[in-house]
């Protein structure tokens, strides 16, 4: 079983749709944990970072559930620009050699 | 903009030649890594840095070596490069004051052993 768990998709979407990707970790001692966009051919980007009480960046929404271990991203009104692949990212400590990258979620809105 | 630049950015080389890339930050970051991305396995960690001269191992380290002289520069080096180290190989910091344990990648550097 993998440390970090995500479902590749495909999603594909209609814009303006609303859209949640799960991420489950199997380490208990995970401290930190991220979302980072990638799209095609490029390196992934910061998305947000995801905090225990959960938080809301414009229309999108990260949540943390220690007790069942996973983080959700939830986008609301999907833009065409939205399309990427989104990487969850769990982190045991301040050196990144302790982190975990999932393999990502692709997600394709279409108009 | 984080102030990671890679070079080169695309190379195309024949197996059994030595290749290195570079990755130079700007912004005082104490770790680096480089990581590698190919379809269906996501971004692998290859080797990073904790400091000069301080290096270890990532998950798929067999084939390269690095090297961290100074803080700003981490070289990877591919010793006798294979057509299986074909892949997109990226740069990325973490460990600043201003921004903590979060991870900031290079544009990537395309190589290809033919």
């Known amino acids: 079983r993998k440390e970090v768990e995500q479902d590749p998709g495909p999603f594909n979407v209609p814009e303006g749709a609303t859209v949640a990707f799960n991420c489950t970790y199997s380490?208990?001692?995970?401290?930190?944990f991220f979302w980072y966009r990638q799209d095609c051919r490029k390196e992934p980007k910061l998305l947000m970072s995801?905090?225990?009480s959960g938080n809301e960046d414009g229309r999108f929404t990260a949540q943390l559930n220690r007790a069942s271990q996973y983080i959700s991203l939830l986008i609301r009104d999907s833009k065409l620009s939205d399309s990427a692949t989104y990487l969850c990212v769990v982190a045991r400590g301040a050196n990144a050699g302790k982190s975990t990258f999932g393999d990502g979620t692709t997600l394709t809105v279409k108009p | 903009d984080a102030g990671i630049t890679q070079s080169p950015r695309h190379k195309v080389t024949e197996t059994g030649t030595p290749v290195t890339l570079r990755c130079h930050q700007t912004e005082n970051h104490r770790y680096m890594y480089w990581y590698r991305q190919d379809p269906g396995h996501g971004l692998r960690l290859i080797h990073y840095?904790?400091?000069?001269?301080?290096?270890d191992k990532g998950e798929v380290s067999d084939g390269y070596s690095v090297s961290r002289s100074k803080t700003e520069d981490f070289l990877l080096t591919l010793e006798s490069a294979t057509s299986s180290q074909t892949s997109v190989y990226f740069c990325?910091?973490?460990?600043?004051?201003?921004?903590?344990?979060?991870?900031?990648f290079g544009e990537g550097s395309w190589l290809t052993v033919v």
């Open positions: 840095s904790y400091g000069v001269k301080d290096t």
């Open positions: 990325a910091i973490s460990g600043s004051a201003v921004s903590g344990n979060t991870i900031y």
């Open positions: 995801v905090y225990s």
């Open positions: 380490n208990s001692a995970s401290q930190s």
